[in-house]
């Protein structure tokens, strides 16, 4: 479903062909690590669904997540990016650097208009941590969508803290997914301290794990990232984790 | 010899509007005992603060020109430039900055790090200006100054690290501990004047002394001396303690914070202490001259008053007798009957009187050593003019000088009007680079060009006031683009016979568009088909074409064009006939080439509470805006977006009343982009209908 913002645009704008940026898309949908996961559905979760991408600190999530965003922007799908760490100057910061990394070998005038078009597919909300809570994200969300300023096809949720928020946020944040048919990405820091259970997941987040529809892992070795699904792939897609070009965060040519 | 200037501070107070930086200024004056009462800036009592010296200043209580002050402390000669905190006077701001060695970047103890702050920042950063903060209004409710001092960390990236903190807040405020000296300071007397040293209360002494540690951590990056005083747990003296501080400051690596009330006439004198002790002197800030005797090569100065003159005019007023002109000497030193050139137009001036400023008041004094701001009397140039000794040709940096986006057409109530507003424009335009006018040939109307509603609004009230020119003015016109959007062919012949010698001319080539550059003229002419004498003619054709679209006549901006082929006449040809066939290949290409119209975008930012978060979003959206997102500061959120100046005018009146006046914001620009389909028709349509009645 595209939002309210979008579709205006749709009135105004007579669509030109934009070769370069097809090339750009093509490149990002071909490299998307999570399709190459094995995750089949296009947009990998489902409505209501949530995903979570878990790291250490400083391995990549929140760029995995901006290059998920961008994904879905260039596929007309409004992304609603909530920084609970960030300033929205800074998280545009991601957006724009990303983009460019991957716009750098084409034309500058052409991606940069399409940037412009792309922006209008993205909100950014930023909340400080403390002040953060679902029915304040809820009331913000009614005043975007009341007014057709904007409606999110997915939502990230970037700097949550799992082990001192519970199940029973995690749940209410669900229920919200499923009522506005959104999907929501979240990511989850994992600590160095605390060895991984057998499936891979941290005992800190076992009690939330079954409340998600996706799981990956990034993991560093060296200067190197590696992506891993553990759950929520088809059970035959190949099982071994995939090597990612840090810079954009796109499976390594 | 190199003139001592280790005593001499050429300060700016920056901040956002409403912050208290008149105030502040007010009482710095009268600590140093340039002025013997202390005003407030609305004028209750009918004086007004010193620093706002324009009458229409002091009634809308904002500061719209700088005034330039010189006072003394402590032995030091310090300049302050009063710099005016909204958004679009924001070239001033930049101005004072250029020619400032340091600043303090002033902030509201509620407010914190506000949206202009944030602008203000940038342009210290762009300068390279070393500050110190200070956190004012220590006083008011709800004051929380540590709040402040991690906004400007988190929001401005700076390293910032308090200097004192405060005994009692709100209404309770008494003093502030110094964390250098780790005493306490209490300002007693009607105006704070005295001052009374105290050991620190006993409930403070932990913080104080949690706090002086991270003082003492941060400083200690910048002197190595200092972390061997702590590693050997020697004694820390002051002198240490402020040297490695300074020396952070300098480098713009660390932002010592001051706090206090100036209202209240709290903890100012610490304050220009911390102005004498951390703020750089002229000769420790690297300024940059262009040598333009050899290709505009840059020239470190040396702040050396033996040297021949470097001198920039950084500001012009018109006073009861005559130009005054504000000037930062860079080297030499400018006397009473010296002769200095004007770089830009090689005339040379003999300099008359030479003053130092005190607001509207001024001093005679025989010179100006290098360093110094003062003023001269009498001397025609323009803002940002270079001045210099007889056989040295060099230039100061040109300053950064943003194109108007919005103008305004005035018409004068009668002739005598007619001969004020002429005068008052030609001023204007003189002291301020980003006002321009022009008359509009067409409709012979006097257009006025600015960044803003406001700046104009407030030029227009100033004309009435300072001029006594009564004019009316039309509706603010946004400044549009055109450009193309493809490539397209031309062949174009000029053939005229009219008797006597005819025209001819033939081009071809084509259009194509460009993002970097305005206008780019590539000629691949082979085996002279056009004779080369006439090709500057045909960029010159072009050129004109582009200040004014054939459809809808705004200016075109974008276009590259190549020409590779064409004709001439050995009798016929001439400039004249192929400036004609550049124009005529230009319109004939041009609406082939797709053209759109871009408008100007700006940045508005919004700050209000955040039970009005919904109304403001919708306000935006209803202008076009796009939404880049929303930040929240607890009760405050921050709106981020991007509106077409075409949609913004009126908006702070309905921000006002959709948020019970609580909302405020700021909008600089951003970028031009092309207008939706549909408004482009509407814009075609107005434009249309403005040449009929014009007609």
């Known amino acids: 479903m595209v939002g309210a913002r979008a579709l205006r645009q749709e009135d105004n704008v007579i669509h030109l062909t934009y070769e370069d940026m097809i090339m750009i898309k093509k490149e990002i949908i071909e490299r998307n690590p999570l399709l190459n996961l094995g995750y089949e559905n296009d947009y990998i979760l489902p409505s209501g669904g949530l995903g979570a991408v878990l790291a250490h600190a400083g391995v990549g999530k929140t760029a995995l997540l901006v290059q998920m965003a961008l994904h879905a922007m260039m596929h007309e799908q409004p992304v609603l990016h909530v920084s609970l760490n960030d300033a929205v100057s800074k998280v545009d910061v991601w957006y724009r650097e990303l983009f460019n990394d991957m716009a750098s070998s084409y034309d500058v005038a ?51 803290k799992f082990d001192e928020s519970g199940r029973g946020r995690l749940l209410e944040l669900k229920e919200l997914a499923a009522k506005y048919d959104m999907r929501i990405w979240f990511t989850v820091h994992t600590h160095r301290h605390e060895p991984p259970k057998e499936d891979g997941l941290p005992l800190s987040f076992l009690h939330v794990a079954d409340l998600f529809d996706v799981l990956v892992q990034l993991a560093a070795k060296g200067p190197e990232v590696y992506i891993k699904a553990l759950k929520g792939q088809s059970p035959d897609a190949k099982q071994d984790a995939l090597l990612l070009d840090p810079a954009t965060m796109l499976i390594k040519e | 010899m190199k003139f001592d200037d280790q005593k001499i501070r050429n300060i700016g107070i920056s901040a956002h509007i409403d912050s208290g930086k008149t105030t502040l200024s007010e009482r710095i004056l009268f600590y140093t005992k340039r002025i013997h009462a202390i005003h407030d800036v609305k004028g209750k009592d009918g004086v007004g603060a010193t620093m706002d010296s324009m009458e229409l200043e002091k009634e809308r209580g904002i500061t719209i020109a700088s005034a330039a002050t010189y006072c003394e402390w402590k032995g030091h000669e310090i ?16 101005r004072s900055l250029r020619v400032l060695d340091g600043a303090i970047l002033v902030l509201c103890s509620v407010g914190g790090v506000q949206s202009q702050s944030i602008t203000v920042d940038h342009q210290m950063k762009r300068y390279k200006v070393p500050c110190i903060a200070f956190i004012n ?90 972390t061997e005083a702590i590693l050997e747990e020697k004694e820390i003296t002051p002198e240490l303690l402020y040297a490695a501080v300074r020396n952070g400051t300098l480098k713009r690596a660390l932002t010592p ?43 470190i100065l040396t702040s050396d008053s033996e040297k021949p003159i470097i001198a920039l005019a950084f500001k012009l007023e018109d006073g009861q007798y005559g130009q005054l002109t504000y000037i930062r000497v860079y080297e030499g030193t400018v006397e009473k009957g010296s002769t200095i050139i004007n770089v830009r137009n090689g005339k040379k001036v003999k300099v008359g009187r030479v003053v130092r400023m005190h607001a509207d008041q001024m001093e005679d004094v025989d010179h100006l050593r290098a360093g110094y701001i003062g003023a001269l009397f009498g001397i025609e140039c323009s803002s940002g003019d270079t001045f210099v000794s007889p056989g040295i040709n ?64 407030i030029y227009v009230e100033r004309m009435k006031r300072e001029y006594n020119a009564e004019v009316t003015t039309g509706n603010p016109r946004v400044a549009y683009r055109e450009t193309i959007t493809q490539r397209a062919d031309f062949n174009y012949t000029h053939k005229k016979q009219t008797g006597g010698s005819g025209q001819f001319g033939r081009i071809a080539g084509y259009i194509e568009p460009i993002s970097d550059a305005e206008f780019v003229f590539e000629n691949k ?61 230009f319109k004939e290409a041009y609406l082939r080439a797709k053209p759109v119209v871009h408008e100007p975008i700006m940045k508005v930012v919004v700050e209000t509470p955040t039970e009005f978060q919904g109304s403001v979003m919708g306000l935006l959206n209803q202008r076009r805006g796009m939404i880049i997102g929303s930040q929240d500061e607890g009760v405050m959120c921050v709106i981020e977006s991007q509106v077409p100046l075409g949609e913004m005018f009126g908006f702070s009146t309905i921000l006002r009343s959709s948020t019970q006046g609580k909302a405020q914001f700021t909008m600089e620009f951003a970028l031009y982009r092309q207008v939706p389909q549909s408004i482009a028709e509407k814009i075609a349509l107005e434009v249309a209908q403005n040449k009929k009645t014009a007609a």
């Open chain 1, 110 to 160: 052409q991606t940069g208009e399409y940037w412009e078009k792309m922006l209008n597919y993205r909100f950014i909300m930023t909340f400080r941590v403390e002040g953060f809570s679902v029915p304040k994200l809820e009331e913000r969300l009614t005043d975007l969508m009341e007014q057709n300023i904007f409606k999110p096809y997915a939502v990230i949720i970037d700097g949550l």
């Open chain 2, 79 to 94: 300049n302050i430039i009063d710099t005016p905190g909204h958004v679009d006077f924001t070239i001033e701001v930049e």
């Open chain 2, 137 to 226: 209004k220590c006083d008011r409710s709800g004051a929380n100054p540590f709040r402040v001092i991690g906004q400007l960390r988190s929001k401005l990236g700076h390293n910032a690290v308090a200097m004192q903190i405060p005994i009692g807040l709100e209404t309770d405020l008494q003093g502030v501990v110094d964390l250098v000296a780790m005493k306490a300071m209490y300002f007693d007397g009607d105006s704070g004047e005295n001052i009374r040293i105290e050991e620190i209360p006993e409930q403070l002494l932990a913080e104080a002394k949690a706090k002086r540690d991270e003082l003492v951590d941060a400083a200690s990056l910048f002197s190595d001396e200092l």
């Open chain 2, 257 to 299: 914070v001051y706090m206090g009330s100036a209202y209240k006439n709290k903890a100012i004198q610490p304050l220009l202490d911390g102005v004498t002790y951390l703020l750089p002197t002229p000769s420790e800030v690297e300024n940059i001259a262009l040598d333009m005797n050899n290709n505009e090569e840059p020239v």
């Open chain 2, 394 to 457: 060099m230039t100061m940096t040109s300053m950064y000088v943003p194109k108007p986006v919005i103008s305004l057409a005035i018409v004068p109530k009668d002739n005598k009007a007619q001969m004020a507003m002429s005068k008052a424009l030609n001023r204007f335009s003189k002291e301020d680079p980003t006002f321009k006018t022009y008359v509009d040939h067409e409709t012979n109307e006097t257009i006025i060009e600015g960044m803003g509603e406001l700046h104009l609004d």
């Open chain 2, 525 to 585: 002419i082979f085996g002279g088909t056009i004779p080369t004498q006439y090709i500057p003619a045909c960029e010159k054709g072009f050129k004109q074409s582009m200040a004014k679209g054939p459809k809808l006549e705004f200016p075109i901006t974008g276009v590259k064009v190549v020409i590779n082929d064409g004709a001439s006449h050995a009798v016929d040809s001439s400039d004249m006939a192929f400036q004609a066939a550049a124009r005529g290949a």
